[in-house]
Each structure stands twice: as structure tokens, then as C-alpha cells.
């Protein structure tokens, strides 16, 4: 009797044990998953950071344009992603390099689940000089899976007066540059104008900016 009461204890005891050290991984590993996720930034703390995310997402107008693949690129090719947008030119000497340059940085740091559905993407406010191969040269330098977008003058100017964004030609003597705005637009997987963040961009404000209004959404 004293040797199977013996047993049935240290059976329990091995219960008790088993059930506490499952309990203690479940535990940790919920600890690490929370450290693991972003961070994600009140509104308050969103436009101290330069980001502005509108109560209600603006409906963005039917547009018809071309990637630098060729493909064409319109409102569909807004849906069922995060699209990071920036206005800007192939022979912009400083700010539009700089921009794509620190894009790239930001996008390769994002969490995986974000960065998967996620594009960046320059619309050229140049398309007199960006054609498709123009725009296939300058753009994947910066990283292969951005797309350089460009088309019609009229459709570009419907695009840019949807998303609040202002471009004029500056004449210089023989030729001419184009100044632009700045900011980044950020459009919703609906295809909706969702905030926008304006400059200057740093990456970890930048990559925390960013994954916060995705994990608020």
C-alpha cells in the first residue's frame, strides 16, 4: 500500500511539474510574441511624427497610367495591398534619390506579414521625359520589387489633385526641373487616400510610423 501511494504521488507531483513548465513556456513565448510585434504609435504620437491618417479615408478617382513594366497601372492596382506612394522624377538630383534610397531601408525593415503586402511606388511627375524604360532603369536600382509609374499628362494631374499633391515645371535656361511635394502617401488596401507622412524621413520613425497606421487599420 505505502508503495502505491508512493507512486500515485509522485505521479501528481509529475503533473503538477509538467503543467507548470507548459504554463511557463506558454507564457514566455506570449512575452517574446508582444516584444516581437510593432509598436503601435497613438494619433498623437503619429503626428508628432509627421503623419497624418484621416478619420475618414478619401476616395481616390479612376486613373489610367502605366508601370515601368509596361502593365498598366490604375485604381485596381491599388486594391488588396499598402501602397507607400511618392511623386518625383528620374532627373531629380537630391530629394527623390534620398527618398527612395531611405524607402528602400524602411521596406526591407518592415515585418515580414507587412512588407508581403505592402508596395512602393513612384508616380513621375515628369512623363514627358519618364517613359517605361526610362523608369525601368532608375527605379529597381533602388530595389527590385518598387514600380516606377508614369503616362499621360492629364491623367497624372488627376491623380496628383486627388491625393493633395502639387507639381509645376521650372524652366532653366535650355531645360527645366519640376518641383514637387514631398510627402509620402500612404493608400489603404480599399485603394482609399489614407494619411500621409510628410518629411524628413527617418528609418526607424519612418518603419514605425508606417507599421502603426497598418496594425491600427
Known amino acids: 500500500m505505502t508503495t502505491e501511494k508512493t507512486e500515485k504521488q509522485k505521479r501528481g507531483v509529475l503533473k503538477t511539474v509538467v503543467l507548470l513548465v507548459l504554463l511557463m513556456t506558454l507564457f514566455v513565448a506570449g512575452f517574446f510574441n508582444k516584444i516581437l510585434q510593432p509598436r503601435v504609435m497613438s494619433d498623437i504620437e503619429l503626428r508628432a511624427n509627421g503623419a497624418i491618417v484621416f478619420e475618414n479615408p478619401r476616395i481616390i478617382k479612376e486613373f489610367s497610367l502605366v508601370d515601368h513594366k509596361g ?81 499621360e499628362f492629364l491623367q497624372t494631374m488627376q491623380l496628383t489633385q486627388n491625393l493633395n499633391v502639387a507639381f509645376r515645371k521650372i524652366q532653366q535656361g535650355d531645360n527645366y526641373t519640376v518641383d514637387h511635394t514631398a510627402n509620402l502617401v500612404i493608400i489603404n488596401p480599399r485603394g482609399h487616400y489614407h494619411a500621409f507622412v510628410k518629411p524628413p524621413f527617418e528609418l526607424a520613425r519612418l518603419t514605425t510610423v508606417f507599421q502603426s497606421i497598418v496594425k491600427s487599420f
Not at 78 to 102: E, R, S, V, Y
Not at 123 to 129: F, G, K, N, Q, T
Not at 137 to 144: A, G, K
Open 71 to 151: 502593365k498598366p497601372f490604375s485604381l485596381d492596382s491599388l486594391q488588396d495591398k499598402w501602397t507607400i506612394m511618392f511623386f518625383g522624377f528620374t532627373h531629380c538630383p537630391d530629394i527623390c534619390p534620398n527618398t527612395l534610397a531611405k524607402l528602400a531601408q524602411v521596406y526591407n525593415n518592415l515585418n515580414e506579414d507587412i512588407a508581403a503586402k505592402t508596395q512602393v511606388v513612384l508616380i513621375s511627375v515628369d512623363p514627358a521625359r519618364d517613359t517605361p524604360q526610362k523608369l525601368a532603369d532608375y527605379v529597381p536600382f533602388f530595389h527590385q520589387d518598387f514600380l516606377g509609374v508614369s503616362g
